[in-house]
Every structure is written in structure tokens, then in C-alpha cells.
């Protein structure tokens, strides 16, 4: 049957489109459309549908998402994530730690937290050490992609939301650094102190050298053109480009310098960015890209029944590894007990970052060991990018800090926002 339709499709299709841009393009209006439904009618965030989409179409078999991630795949969803996560380090100015260090301590607590408990019940399980080690990073990491879209969906604001969208924001970049590094040394089992440490510090320099210089040229071009300008997003995105595949070529991380790149414009320009509409119907077209994306190549893994339950197990200890943490640290942090419950809610969702991370590990660890990390990874990563967002958008109601009602109950508003 698919042979008779590439046939079909090959005799009407352009070279210059070809079949997969077909498809995708395609799949992107389903996915724009479906969004655009579960919101409206149940009040949910559009990534849920963007999710349902992406899922329906990798348990159809759909081709066009390589895994592990490569090419232009990769490039993409680094660049969509470059861009939330830019815009992530840009809410968090470092002054905010010397008021009251005790957030950082909360971040701190929650990752950690997070590790290694999901790394002694994966061992507890059976599981290899070369496997429960990438696993384990791959759930320290939470969601600012999906958080945010969570956040813009339902136009929400308060402390609850500004302390998630920062701890899940320091938890990627802990993520990021540490999950790049490890990805280098898995072939390499015995290791010196500083040979362990120099990958870290290489994936760091090199972001932070990237971050650098793309804070520059964004602080110059601020001073000579409107924050509000068409032009100034255009610049903006084209940098943000440049510096993903820069930074992957180098040896750095695309999306962690574009992280310290926002929070290193957020010091030197502390004014607030007002971005420009069109830079936030780009970056939600890119967006709605990443999590279509992420979820048809994670419905692709090897569901089977031995597996589920350690994918069980790893979300479960992950969600209550991330309640504690931030409980631990909410003692002089200036969060009631309450908002610390609903902090560690928002912070569940799983996304992009987790999944560049697991492709990391599955293409630099041996075959086996590469297999059984993606048969683990990928539901966990799927399941917690659609409930995840369910659960985050049901902890931000439940605070009080969504501007709307819940729908379908506020008809007249669409859900459409203009911000990543």
C-alpha cells in the first residue's frame, strides 16, 4: 500500500519539494489544528495536541524522524529549543540568587535529588551502570519548552510561575553540561579525576564562549534598533542559528549557550525585552515543530511489557525525586509550603532537551547498551511531555495564577499567544 501512494505522490510531487516536505508540512497544519481544538474545548495546552499528533503519526510508521537524531532534524530541534532557552536565561537575573540563595539551594537540592534517586532504582532494577548513569540525566532534566508554552496558554503570572519556570530553566543547564560531558566519556570506563572533569569544562568553555559573543552582538544591535523591530527578531533568530551550529561544531552544546547567552544579556541589559511579534509567531511555529517532533520519534521506541516497568518506575521516582527536592529546599526561600507543592508539579514535563541528551548517549555508548537507554528514554520522554503539561497546567490553576478561567468555560479566548 505505501507503495502504491510514494508512486502516486512521486508523479505529482516537484523536485524541488520532494515527499517528506509533503508530509511534514501536513503533519505541522494536523498538529496546528488539533492544538488549537484540545485547547478551545478542554482547556489543556496546545501542546497536547501538538504531542497527540507527533505520537499518532510515529506509531503509523511516519518516516521522516531519524533516530537517533541527526542532520537536519537535529538542527532544528536544537534551534527550537536555542530559542526557548534563550528566552528562559533572560527571566533569571543572577541578583536574584544573593537576595535569597535560597532558590539556588532548592535547584540544587531538586536535581540532585533527582539523579540519584532515579539512578539507585534504575541499578536496584538491574540495570547496568552504563545505562541507569544516562537515564539518570536524562530525568534530572525538566521542561522549559513545554512549562513556557504551558505558561503562555493559559497567560499565567505569579510566584509559583516565575520560581518553576527558574528551577526548571538551572535543572537543563545542570543537564545540558553534565549530560554533553558524560556523553563523550561513555566508551571510556577508567578514568583520572581530570580526565573526567575536562570534557565538563570543555562543553562549558565552549558555550560560554559562544553565549559570549552572541551577547555582544545582541547588546550592540539592541542600542541601534528597536527591541520591537521585524528587522531586530530576524537578527535575532539568524544569530541564534549561527550560534547552534557553531557551538554543536565546536564541541560546546547549542542550547546551553544559548541559555547563558540570555542570562548573560539579562545582566548586562536588565531592562525587560519586549519581543517582537514576529519573532513569537517564528518561534511558535518552531516550537510546535520540536514537540511534534520529539513525540513521533519517541512513539517509535519498542513499547513491550518488561520495559514498561522501568518506565514506570523512572517517571514515578522521578515526580516524587522532584516534589522532595524542592520541598527540602523551600525553608527560607520565601515559598509557602503549598506553592513549593505546585512548583515541583510544574517542573514534571519532559521534552527536547531530554531527548538530545538520550540521542547523545544512544550514538557515543556501545550498541547494547545504546538500545536499552532508548527503549527506556523515549516513553518516559513521550509520556511526561503530554502528561507533564497536563499536570503543569493543572498546578498553575490550582495556584491561582492563570489570568483565565478554565475552559471550555472562558469561550472567547483562544488560547493564541505571541511569546515562547
Known amino acids: 500500500m505505501n507503495e502504491i501512494l510514494l508512486t502516486f505522490w512521486a508523479q505529482w510531487l516537484r523536485p524541488s519539494a520532494g515527499l517528506p516536505t509533503v508530509h511534514w508540512s501536513l ?11 484540545i485547547q478551545r474545548h478542554t482547556g489543556l495546552p496546545k501542546v ?3 504531542s497527540l499528533v507527533g505520537t499518532l503519526a510515529g506509531l503509523a510508521g511516519f518516516g521522516g524522524a531519524v533516530w ?24 533569571i537575573p543572577l541578583r536574584w540568587f544573593r537576595h535569597n ?18 539512578y539507585w532504582v534504575l541499578v536496584w532494577l538491574n540495570l547496568p551502570t552504563q545505562v541507569a548513569g544516562p537515564l539518570a540525566l536524562v530525568a534530572l532534566v525538566a521542561s522549559p519548552a513545554v512549562l513556557t508554552r504551558v505558561v503562555a496558554d493559559t497567560l499565567a503570572a505569579g510566584p509559583v510561575t516565575e520560581r518553576a519556570i527558574v528551577l526548571t530553566t538551572l535543572s537543563t543547564l545542570y543537564a545540558l553540561t553534565l549530560g554533553s560531558a558524560s556523553a563523550q566519556l561513555a566508551n571510556r570506563p577508567s578514568l583520572t579525576l581530570l580526565e573526567a572533569v575536562y570534557p565538563v569544562v570543555a562543553v562549558l ?25 521585524e528587522n531586530t ?12 551550529a557553531v557551538a554543536a561544531h565546536m564541541g560546546g552544546s547549542a542550547p546551553l ?51 514498561a516497568g522501568v518506565v514506570l518506575a523512572l517517571i514515578a521516582v522521578r515526580l516524587l525525586a522532584k516534589a522532595s527536592g524542592v520541598a527540602l529546599g523551600n525553608v527560607g526561600s520565601g515559598a509557602s509550603w503549598q506553592q513549593a507543592l505546585w512548583v515541583g508539579c510544574a517542573m514534571t514535563p519532559m521534552s527536547s532537551i531530554a531527548l538530545l541528551i538520550a540521542s547523545q548517549f544512544v550514538l557515543a555508548a556501545p550498541a547494547a547498551a545504546g538500545q536499552v537507554i532508548a527503549s527506556v528514554a523515549l516513553p518516559a520522554i513521550l509520556l511526561m511531555e503530554m502528561s507533564g503539561a497536563i499536570i503543569a497546567t493543572v498546578a498553575i490553576y490550582r495556584a491561582g495564577e492563570s489570568s483565565i478561567p478554565w475552559a471550555p468555560l472562558a469561550r472567547g479566548h483562544d488560547g493564541d499567544s505571541h511569546g515562547s
Do not use: H
Open 68 to 91: 537517533p537524531l541527526q542532520g537536519i532534524g537535529l538542527f532544528l530541534l536544537e534551534l527550537g529549543a536555542a530559542i526557548v532557552l534563550f528566552e528562559c536565561g533572560a527571566r
Open 27 to 37: 503533519l505541522l497544519a494536523m498538529a496546528a489544528l488539533v492544538g488549537y481544538l
Open 48 to 50: 497536547v495536541g501538538y
Open 257 to 307: 549557550a544559548a541559555l547563558l547567552g540570555g542570562m548573560l544579556l539579562k545582566q548586562i541589559n536588565p531592562r525587560p525585552w519586549a519581543w517582537p511579534r514576529q519573532l513569537g509567531n517564528a518561534s511558535s511555529l518552531l516550537t510546535m515543530l520540536m514537540f511534534v517532533l520529539v513525540s513521533t520519534v519517541a512513539a517509535q521506541a519498542d513499547w513491550n511489557a518488561p520495559v
Open 233 to 244: 527578531a530576524m537578527l535575532f533568530l539568524a544569530l541564534v542559528a549561527a550560534g547552534t
Open 101 to 118: 540563595p535560597m532558590v539556588l539551594v532548592q535547584s540544587i537540592a531538586e536535581s540532585a535529588l533527582s539523579y540519584f534517586a532515579v
Open 205 to 229: 568553555g565552549v558555550s560560554i564562549v559562544v553565549a559570549a559573543l552572541l551577547t555582544l552582538v545582541l547588546r550592540v544591535a539592541l542600542r541601534l534598533m528597536s527591541p520591537t523591530s
